[in-house]
């Protein structure tokens, strides 16, 4: 189990023996010795959880089930509400007598498929599931189910048939986009917490394009993101499914692939009340490196009841597959290092064989379906040597085996056959790269040349330099203001710099030395990095990655320092302002000593800023250089480079379906998919508001005027605590994190006392973004205003309609908001809808 308020990162709950004796029990179970085994599996609990329900509302659902008599779609919500039911509650662990009540936070995403669909598509944002709340949570559900309906009935009447006017995504499309939206949920949701994607689905799904694919799955894996499927309806019938065919195999694999679960019939849950470890806590609340391997059968032997499912259908047909050796290589690095680095890739652990003198590990990966990868590691045991020897095997089918070991330069016809060759080449190449750079990492601390550091670098020059262009660089050509940042990112490097031991890239990455305590700095034992990130200019994100094998402890401790020193950071005195700075309006130079860089480190509830003085009356020793937030914005932050070309339109215009593949295509290699605005138009809650200043035959109305006003706009969202996150074009987003808060009773709230403030509230951030646009000028002739059409004082003709236009972005978070600070008194108790609505 792992723990939040124990020194222990792991701590042991129960142990099962696999035969029992009769006089075991659970309270005399610590007075046995037990051995560990290679047939010995681990189930690991968490006492936090943050799970993403991914409800699939495509047109495929809307078939009857002849064997139910009734509409497959109406199973969506019934499916829903049974597995709350069942995770929420509270349950012995099998073997022990502690009862298990984890806080789990959850999301609930109802995905459609249409391009032109408008409605919000996340029903709830961070509700924490309880069982004594879950009628309140019921009540709030059903209303938002009800609203969702209503908005996809209104657009089904204006859309008309979907054949003409209601173009859809493919199946391959839409089961990309379930699960990035996924993704991007879990990332809103409470950290340091046990991460899981459950999609309810009728299997009606495609393959997406490999690369797409791939790059989805490496995503799951590296964030450690289980992705389980609850599959509706019942058996299929061909006669009656509209040709309609779930993908089982999919799904399979990749809950497979995931350390997920693949349901295909729900397991039903009684109305009798029993603390017994049910199906869906074994499903969705336990994890192991061991889990598809071996099911999750927790108490067998112990309670006498089966699996209730198992993920064996693909173990059972790999165990028919022919094995081919690739490669065998002799690694010089340790144990631990090469187990860490795979395991965190998705490779789960299959079979164990410990001897006298040696130990020898196979690790499995899931490749593609009926595809495996074994990797075998051989090594002296007890591991104390640093080097071992690993060999690559293959397992899979005849034909694809003789596909990868025919000629290299052989070309199929088939693309699909093509593009799987190279891509399983392409793997085993990554495969050797990442074992050299691993020897190489773990080599640090063996020969005193790989840290021995250079006069002229000690003293702050950089090994490498980058070409200017960063988020200093300013456009003479823009007539916009521009939201600057270089005091701030000055003061920023100079932290970075004089805390680490050198400089790897100037104003980029950074190196810091670790050391054994008591050893003094005499030689290091290992080495971070720290590197800073720019999506999009300000807003900063920091990243710092560690060796594997450091403790967690001693990450936790370098990035809770590191946030301390930069959220002190603040900007120097200044004697004067600069002759510019003085022929400025008033807001001009008072927006530029205030900083808007987000950077997402973590950050406790103890770190956050006290009251101060007004933001707009302070000095600038008063004013922080840099603010932390609690969620990394820079996945959600809303950025336009210029003007939509339709303002009456919140999801951007989406070409057809086979340009949009070729979009997909090129956007599943990079980290841009998740910052698509049609992915967040469905998923935040938007507000949009145009003002026309000026009506059309109406006197002019000088661009002084229109702009002291949009002036005037930021000042105020200034003094509510919103910070500059973008500016670009004259387009201006400003960003806070609100608390919210959900009101527990006593009993509630035990166990939550991390996230509890005084009252017996929990309180969790939601973001809110405040996006500012230029004057824009609409009528026959022209649509905006460009920069050779005026000058300083010019008016606009009186036959255009001048417009302001601005708009408010909040995630759905549960909860109000408390606590706001003075100058937003208005927002108190105000509810994401509520708190966009309040910016109008």
Same mark, same amino acid.
């Given at each position: 189990?792992?723990?939040?308020?124990?020194?222990?990162?792991?701590?042991?709950?129960?142990?099962?023996?696999?035969?029992?004796?009769?006089?075991?029990?659970?309270?005399?179970?610590?007075?046995?010795?037990?051995?560990?085994?290679?047939?010995?599996?681990?189930?690991?609990?968490?006492?936090?959880?943050?799970?993403?329900?991914?409800?699939?509302?495509?047109?495929?659902?809307?078939?009857?089930?002849?064997?139910?008599?009734?509409?497959? %779609?109406?199973?969506?919500?019934?499916?829903?509400?049974?597995?709350?039911?069942?995770?929420?509650?509270?349950?012995?662990?099998?073997? *022990?007598?502690?009862?298990?009540?984890?806080?789990?936070?959850?999301?609930?995403?109802?995905?459609?498929?249409?391009?032109?669909?408008?409605?919000?598509?996340?029903?709830?944002?961070?509700?924490?599931?309880?069982?004594?709340?879950?009628?309140?949570?019921?009540?709030?559900?059903?209303?938002?189910?009800?609203?969702?309906?209503?908005?996809?009935?209104?657009?089904?009447?204006?859309?008309?048939?979907?054949?003409?006017?209601?173009?859809?995504?493919?199946?391959?499309?839409?089961?990309?986009?379930?699960?990035?939206?996924?993704?991007?949920?879990?990332?809103?949701?409470?950290?340091?917490?046990?991460?899981?994607?459950?999609?309810? $689905?009728?299997?009606?799904?495609?393959?997406?394009?490999?690369?797409?694919?791939?790059?989805?799955?490496?995503?799951?894996?590296?964030?450690?993101?289980?992705?389980?499927?609850?599959?509706?309806?019942?058996?299929?019938?061909?006669?009656?499914?509209?040709?309609?065919?779930?993908?089982?195999?999919?799904?399979?694999?990749?809950?497979?692939?995931?350390?997920?679960?693949?349901?295909?019939?729900?397991?039903?849950?009684?109305?009798?009340?029993?603390?017994?470890?049910?199906?869906?806590?074994?499903?969705?609340?336990?994890?192991?490196?061991?889990?598809?391997?071996?099911?999750?059968?927790?108490?067998?032997?112990?309670?006498?009841?089966?699996?209730?499912?198992?993920?064996?259908?693909?173990?059972?047909?790999?165990?028919?597959?022919?094995?081919?050796?690739?490669?065998?290589?002799?690694?010089?690095?340790?144990?631990?290092? =090469?187990? *860490?680095?795979?395991?965190?890739?998705?490779?789960?652990?299959?079979?164990?064989?410990?001897?006298?003198?040696?130990?020898?590990?196979?690790?499995?990966?899931?490749?593609?379906?009926?595809?495996?990868?074994?990797?075998?590691?051989?090594?002296?045991?007890?591991?104390?040597?640093?080097?071992?020897?690993?060999?690559?095997?293959?397992?899979?089918?005849?034909?694809?085996?003789?596909? =990868?070991?025919?000629?290299?330069?052989?070309?199929?016809?088939?693309?699909?056959?093509?593009?799987?060759?190279?891509?399983?080449?392409?793997?085993?190449?990554? %495969?050797?790269?990442?074992?050299?750079?691993?020897?190489?990492?773990?080599?640090?601390?063996?020969?005193?040349?790989?840290?021995?550091?250079?006069?002229?670098?000690?003293?702050?020059?950089?090994?490498?330099?980058?070409?200017?262009?960063?988020?200093? *660089?300013?456009?003479?050509?823009?007539?916009?203001?521009?939201?600057?940042?270089?005091?701030?990112?000055?003061?920023?490097?100079?932290?970075?710099?004089?805390?680490?031991?050198?400089?790897?890239?100037?104003?980029?990455?950074?190196?810091?030395?670790?050391?054994?305590?008591?050893?003094?700095?005499?030689?290091?034992?290992?080495?971070?990095?720290?590197?800073?990130?720019?999506?999009?200019?300000?807003?900063?994100?920091?990243?710092?990655?560690?060796?594997?094998?450091?403790?967690?402890?001693?990450?936790?401790?370098?990035?809770?320092?590191?946030?301390?020193?930069?959220?002190? %950071?603040?900007?120097?005195?200044?004697?004067?302002?600069?002759?510019?700075?003085?022929?400025?309006?008033?807001?001009?130079?008072?927006?530029?000593?205030?900083?808007?860089?987000?950077?997402?480190?973590?950050?406790?509830?103890?770190?956050?800023?006290?009251?101060?003085?007004?933001?707009?009356?302070?000095?600038?020793?008063?004013?922080?250089?840099?603010?932390?937030?609690?969620?990394?914005?820079?996945?959600?932050?809303?950025?336009?480079?210029?003007?939509?070309?339709? %303002?009456?339109?919140?999801?951007?215009?989406?070409?057809?379906?086979?340009?949009?593949?070729?979009?997909?295509?090129?956007?599943?290699?990079?980290?841009?998919?998740?910052?698509?605005?049609?992915?967040?138009?469905?998923?935040?809650?938007?507000?949009?508001?145009?003002?026309?200043?000026?009506?059309?035959?109406?006197?002019?109305?000088?661009?002084?005027? =229109?702009?002291?006003?949009?002036?005037?706009?930021?000042?105020?969202?200034?003094?509510?605590?919103?910070?500059?996150?973008?500016?670009?074009?004259?387009?201006?987003?400003?960003?806070?994190?609100?608390?919210?808060?959900?009101?527990?009773?006593?009993?509630?709230?035990?166990?939550?006392?991390?996230?509890?403030?005084?009252?017996?509230?929990? $309180?969790?951030?939601?973001?809110?973004?405040?996006?500012?646009?230029?004057?824009?000028?609409?009528?026959?002739?022209?649509?905006?205003?460009?920069?050779?059409?005026?000058?300083?004082?010019?008016?606009?003709?009186?036959?255009?309609?001048?417009?302001?236009?601005?708009?408010?972005?909040?995630?759905?978070?549960?909860?109000?908001?408390?606590?706001?600070?003075?100058?937003?008194?208005?927002?108190?108790?105000?509810?994401?809808?509520?708190?966009?609505?309040?910016?109008?």
């Amino acid at each position: 189990m792992t723990t939040s308020d124990n020194e222990e990162e792991l701590e042991v709950v129960s142990v099962i023996p696999l035969d029992i004796p009769m006089e075991w029990d659970y309270d005399t179970s610590h007075l046995y010795k037990y051995r560990i085994t290679q047939r010995t599996t681990l189930h690991f609990l968490s006492r936090k959880y943050r799970l993403v329900f991914c409800l699939d509302l495509s047109p495929s659902t809307s078939i009857v089930d002849v064997t139910k008599g009734r509409v497959v %779609l109406d199973e969506v919500f019934t499916t829903l509400r049974q597995c709350l039911k069942g995770i929420v509650r509270p349950f012995y662990v099998p073997g *022990s007598q502690l009862l298990f009540q984890p806080e789990v936070y959850l999301t609930i995403i109802a995905h459609t498929p249409f391009f032109k669909s408008q409605s919000q598509q996340v029903l709830v944002q961070g509700w924490l599931l309880m069982a004594t709340a879950q009628t309140y949570g019921q009540m709030d559900f059903t209303r938002e189910k009800s609203e969702l309906g209503q908005k996809m009935t209104e657009e089904a009447i204006i859309l008309g048939p979907t054949t003409l006017t209601n173009p859809m995504v493919s199946p391959d499309i839409g089961f990309v986009d379930m699960l990035r939206y996924g993704i991007v949920a879990l990332q809103l949701l409470p950290e340091n917490s046990s991460a899981g994607v459950v999609v309810i $689905t009728d299997g009606v799904i495609s393959l997406p394009d490999a690369t797409v694919f791939d790059s989805l799955l490496v995503q799951l894996r590296n964030q450690t993101i289980a992705c389980s499927f609850l599959q509706l309806g019942s058996v299929y019938y061909p006669h009656a499914s509209l040709g309609y065919v779930p993908f089982s195999d999919l799904m399979n694999f990749l809950a497979t692939a995931t350390c997920g679960a693949y349901l295909a019939t729900l397991p039903p849950i009684g109305d009798d009340y029993d603390y017994h470890m049910n199906e869906y806590h074994k499903s969705l609340l336990s994890w192991g490196f061991q889990k598809f391997m071996h099911g999750l059968s927790v108490d067998t032997g112990y309670e006498g009841i089966s699996g209730f499912y198992s993920l064996l259908p693909v173990a059972q047909e790999a165990t028919q597959l022919m094995r081919k050796k690739e490669r065998e290589n002799q690694l010089n690095t340790t144990l631990n290092a =090469v187990l *860490s680095c795979r395991l965190r890739e998705g490779y789960a652990i299959k079979q164990v064989t410990i001897a006298e003198d040696h130990i020898q590990l196979v690790l499995v990966l899931p490749w593609k379906y009926s595809i495996f990868i074994e990797y075998h590691i051989r090594s002296a045991w007890p591991p104390t040597q640093s080097s071992l020897n690993t060999v690559v095997w293959i397992e899979a089918t005849y034909e694809f085996l003789n596909d =990868v070991t025919s000629d290299v330069h052989r070309q199929f016809r088939s693309k699909y056959r093509q593009s799987m060759v190279a891509k399983y080449w392409s793997t085993l190449q990554h %495969l050797r790269d990442t074992d050299m750079l691993l020897v190489g990492l773990q080599s640090f601390a063996s020969n005193p040349t790989y840290f021995k550091i250079p006069d002229c670098i000690k003293r702050g020059h950089p090994v490498f330099y980058r070409n200017p262009g960063h988020i200093n *660089s300013i456009s003479d050509a823009t007539r916009y203001g521009i939201v600057h940042c270089r005091q701030a990112e000055s003061a920023l490097t100079a932290l970075l710099a004089e805390w680490c031991d050198f400089i790897l890239i100037e104003n980029d990455s950074y190196i810091k030395f670790l050391y054994n305590e008591g050893d003094g700095e005499e030689q290091p034992i290992s080495f971070f990095m720290v590197r800073i990130t720019s999506k999009p200019p300000p807003c900063l994100v920091i990243r710092l990655a560690f060796l594997g094998g450091t403790p967690g402890h001693v990450r936790n401790q370098l990035v809770g320092h590191i946030s301390e020193r930069i959220q002190g %950071l603040t900007f120097p005195s200044r004697v004067g302002l600069t002759e510019r700075s003085k022929s400025l309006p008033p807001a001009i130079h008072q927006s530029q000593d205030k900083l808007g860089d987000d950077m997402t480190l973590s950050a406790s509830s103890a770190m956050r800023a006290s009251v101060v003085r007004p933001l707009l009356t302070r000095v600038a020793s008063n004013i922080p250089c840099c603010v932390i937030t609690h969620k990394p914005i820079e996945k959600i932050l809303i950025w336009y480079d210029k003007m939509p070309s339709n %303002l009456l339109n919140i999801v951007p215009e989406t070409p057809n379906s086979s340009s949009t593949r070729s979009v997909y295509h090129k956007l599943g290699a990079t980290k841009s998919a998740t910052h698509n605005m049609a992915l967040l138009s469905r998923y935040l809650h938007h507000r949009r508001w145009i003002w026309a200043v000026q009506a059309p035959c109406a006197p002019a109305v000088s661009l002084n005027a =229109v702009a002291r006003i949009l002036n005037t706009l930021s000042r105020i969202r200034l003094q509510e605590g919103f910070n500059f996150a973008y500016s670009c074009n004259g387009i201006i987003t400003m960003v806070r994190e609100f608390d919210m808060k959900l009101e527990l009773n006593e009993s509630d709230g035990e166990g939550l006392m991390e996230t509890c403030s005084e009252g017996g509230l929990a $309180t969790f951030p939601c973001v809110a973004q405040y996006v500012i646009f230029p004057p824009h000028i609409t009528n026959c002739s022209r649509d905006s205003i460009v920069d050779e059409d005026w000058e300083e004082g010019d008016s606009v003709e009186a036959d255009g309609e001048m417009q302001i236009v601005t708009e408010c972005w909040v995630e759905p978070q549960n909860g109000v908001v408390t606590s706001p600070s003075p100058h937003a008194a208005h927002l108190h108790d105000c509810n994401y809808r509520q708190l966009a609505q309040a910016k109008h």
